[in-house]
């Protein structure tokens, strides 16, 4: 008899007990993820009374798979544009309320006395709250649509990818073992570097890739690519000295700005499902009895750190990131938990070997408690705002609520200043380290073959050396140009070139500084590759910015590449916009009043489909005003009265958070109610016999009333023949006349039992 491998007899023990454990959690209306972690301690070594896992060394790969997976999910629901269009508000309460929980994190580690890289990822980790579990909580409490809500995600984006960052700093800190200000400036301007890189060229291949291959690929096919993207890029950045996980996180993001996104989001939801449920049980998995014990003390602290801290920093967070006071302490109190990041966080401390074997468990036993408290911190809120109130003098919060008004709009020629540098520094940005990159690649990996061959050829280097360097000059070019020559004929630069002649001379020197950058790529090409003279050197620099900026050729090139880049960077905008799933352009301004915009999707049981708005009458009901209803690909902007909802609807509906909040309870309760006796409404076939004295005699099938009394349908006529045969609707039935009907089982019985048929 062959024996089970202990890997697949491990997997069977873990789903099996997830299984169970994740249902009895879902009856009890708690987040899977504590499901998971619970079925990871029960099958865990450390549970003595329970089977358990045989071979944790595997278990332990299948859940960095799943840290790879997780975090390319994430990815894939990241946007660059969304970060964009965010604004400074999201970004001054994530930065906020991070650097306040390290200190918070650090501050009570220093007090346990634990070493100072236990205390740095502690912080790390007590300042990543958990998207899914605000979500799951939002949806449960009838929240999600409301103001608040909305600003929450908005910071836990920024969080998420914040997390990233840091995770590759931590790995860095803890490689060196030191927290020098150097070492993490370079590890920021390696972050910068390698990201912009890998963003502008994965978003110059992959989506052209996608596109130039749709006609080929299917579900299948497509879950294949994407995952091999993920693991490819894994590798990448495995092997550029950064995490699997952000390479994973970068590829998803990239290939969330194609018109693929939505697709390969779907057909990956079950593979991270399937690999995260392992993550997260090997977190339970290392979850020991005594240490919680031991620990338990700090545990309590650690706990009332996260609900004090975010309660207070979190909310003063919101409160500079621009929300009102209400809305910023309901928004701080939200995020009192910590879940997946501060596990991943964690692993990633234990694999590096940085942090001791008693951190993970106490962070797991924190993440539930503060977990468990969640929807009673985010019900504590307004009590807290109230009481709050009436604390604080009158003048100090009509400070306060005038400070998160808003500021005055800058001078247009301000504004025209700001937005010219910023789109100058950013083009800057990336076209000179796509140029170092090219660079890189072309003297480590081009210049010693050529310079191989050319010493066989010539006994000498210099003929490979020339080679190599003409042709890293002919690649770089379209950037160099674009260094100099791009936002010189811009709208803003010609406002202000024109509006006052004191402009000129400022904007003249930004033109100069790009020349100075474009020339010192030249000039380093030449200098590494030559022993010329530094004025034949300048000459030659001087003589290659001259032909980037006249060549026609360049130009050319330079604009078909960014057309190219920005087509792909707005291919699923395009998408959305064709399949009516674009918000209202409108939406922002409503954000800075009391109402705003929910968007609901219409159940498939609902009571609303089949009616007109003018029937449901939501505005006398709710107060709200349906502004768009998105079927398919038809988008129906202000429909009228006489509109009719369909299952499936998706309706954008404006309102306040209390409006939105009872619309949406309505919605998910006035729906049919599934019927019990389902099974006995099944339809069966029925062969039947008209009587000598039925009525039915002389009738046709319409006058007979066996579908409108009998609620039963006669599908065909039996002659003697092998096949049925339609009944003509003109045919009078005669006696003897054999009918097949079909219909409910008590409706068959009835029409069995009546006088008209023997």
């Keep these: 008899m062959n ?22 959690f879902k009856k009890l209306k708690q987040p899977l ?40 999910s994430l990815g894939l629901d990241f946007s660059i544009k969304k970060i964009m269009k965010m604004g400074a508000a999201p970004i001054i309460a994530a930065v906020t309320i991070i650097f306040a929980m390290m200190m918070l994190g650090n501050i009570v580690g220093h007090a346990f006395g634990w070493s100072k890289m236990d205390c740095l990822f502690l912080g790390g980790m007590l300042a990543m709250s958990s998207t899914t579990i605000i979500y799951k909580a939002f949806n449960d409490m009838g929240l999600s649509q409301q103001k608040f809500a909305s600003s929450v995600m908005s910071v836990l ?45 994965g978003l110059y291949v992959v989506p052209s890739f996608l596109r130039l291959v749709r006609k080929l690929v299917n579900d299948e096919t497509l879950l294949i690519v994407a995952l091999g993207l993920c693991c490819l890029m894994a590798v990448v950045s495995t092997r550029v000295g950064f995490s699997s996980a952000f390479g994973a996180f970068v590829m998803g993001s990239i290939l969330a700005e194609t018109i693929e996104a939505e697709r390969i989001i779907k057909l990956v939801e079950p593979v991270k499902n399937l690999f995260g449920a392992i993550f997260f049980v090997s977190v339970g998995m290392l979850v020991e009895p005594k240490v919680l014990v031991s620990y338990a003390f700090p545990i309590f602290i650690l706990v009332l750190t996260i609900l004090m801290g975010q309660a207070v920093f979190g909310s003063l967070g919101f409160l500079l990131s621009g929300q009102t006071l209400k809305n910023a302490i309901r928004c701080g109190f939200s995020m009192a938990q910590i879940g997946e990041f501060a596990f991943i966080i964690a692993s990633l401390g234990l694999s590096l070997g940085v942090i001791g074997d008693f951190l993970y468990p106490v962070v797991v036993a924190v993440s539930v408690v503060t977990t ?115 936002k010189n004929h811009s709208e803003e630069m010609k406002m202000l070139w024109t509006e006052n002649h004191l402009n000129r001379l400022p904007l003249l020197f930004t033109v100069l500084v790009r020349i100075v950058i474009a020339s010192g790529f030249v000039f380093y090409i030449v200098t590494y590759l030559s022993r010329l003279r530094t004025g034949l050197i300048i000459s030659l620099v001087l003589a290659a910015v001259t032909v980037m900026v006249l060549s026609r050729g360049l130009k050319k090139r330079s604009i078909t590449m960014e057309r190219r880049f920005v087509r792909n960077l707005q291919s699923r905008d395009v998408a959305a916009r064709v399949h009516g799933d674009r918000r209202p352009l409108f939406e922002q301004h409503l954000l800075d009043r009391d109402i705003h915009i929910g968007q609901f999707l219409i159940p498939e049981d609902s009571e609303w489909a089949g009616k007109s708005l003018k029937e449901l009458k939501f505005r006398n009901r709710f107060g709200v005003h349906v502004s768009c209803i998105i079927r398919g690909v038809q988008r129906i902007n202000i429909p009228t009265g006489s509109t009719v909802l369909f299952p499936n609807d998706k309706i954008q509906v404006i309102g306040d958070d209390e409006q939105l909040s009872g619309f949406g309870k309505t919605m998910n309760t006035e729906v049919y109610k599934e019927d019990p006796e389902i099974e006995k409404r099944d339809m069966k076939l029925r062969q039947l016999v008209i009587s000598g004295n039925s009525p039915f005699i002389g009738k046709t099938l319409s006058e007979s009333g066996i579908r409108d009394k009998y609620n039963c349908m006669v599908v065909g006529l039996e002659e003697g023949q092998e096949k049925l045969t339609m009944i003509n609707p003109s045919r009078t039935f005669c006696k003897g006349d054999i009918l097949w009907v079909v219909g409910e089982e008590e409706a068959l019985n009835k029409l069995e039992e009546s006088p008209c048929l023997s």
């Design 3 to 24: 024996s089970i491998p202990p890997l697949i007899a491990d997997l069977a023990l873990i789903l099996v007990v997830a299984g169970v454990v994740t249902l009895l």
């Design 33 to 72: 993820v504590l499901g998971y972690i619970v079925a990871g301690f029960i099958v865990s070594p450390n549970m003595p009374l329970t089977m358990s896992v045989v071979d944790k060394a595997d278990i332990h790969t299948w859940a960095d798979i799943g840290v790879l997976f997780l975090l390319f």
């Design 157 to 201: 984006i920024l969080e998420d990818i914040l997390a990233i960052v840091m995770m590759v700093m931590l790995s860095a800190i803890a490689g060196g073992g030191t927290l020098s200000g150097e070492q993490m400036l370079q590890s920021i301007m390696k972050i910068v570097f390698f990201l912009v890189l890998w963003f502008v060229v």
């Design 372 to 486: 468990f408290l969640t929807p009673y911190m985010i019900r504590a809120a307004v009590p807290c705002y109230d009481r709050l109130v009436k604390i604080i003098p009158h003048r100090w919060l009509r400070r306060v609520e005038h400070s998160t008004a808003g500021t005055p709009e800058t001078s247009q020629t301000v504004a025209n200043w700001k937005k010219l540098i910023r789109s100058i520094s950013l083009n800057t940005l990336i076209y000179s380290i796509l140029s170092a990159a090219v660079i890189a690649v072309m003297f480590n990996f081009v210049l010693p073959p050529l310079r191989l061959a050319s010493t066989s050829l010539t006994g000498t280097h210099w003929a490979g050396n020339a080679v190599c360097g003409l042709a890293t000059f002919l690649l770089i070019a379209p950037f160099l140009r674009a260094v100099i020559m791009k």
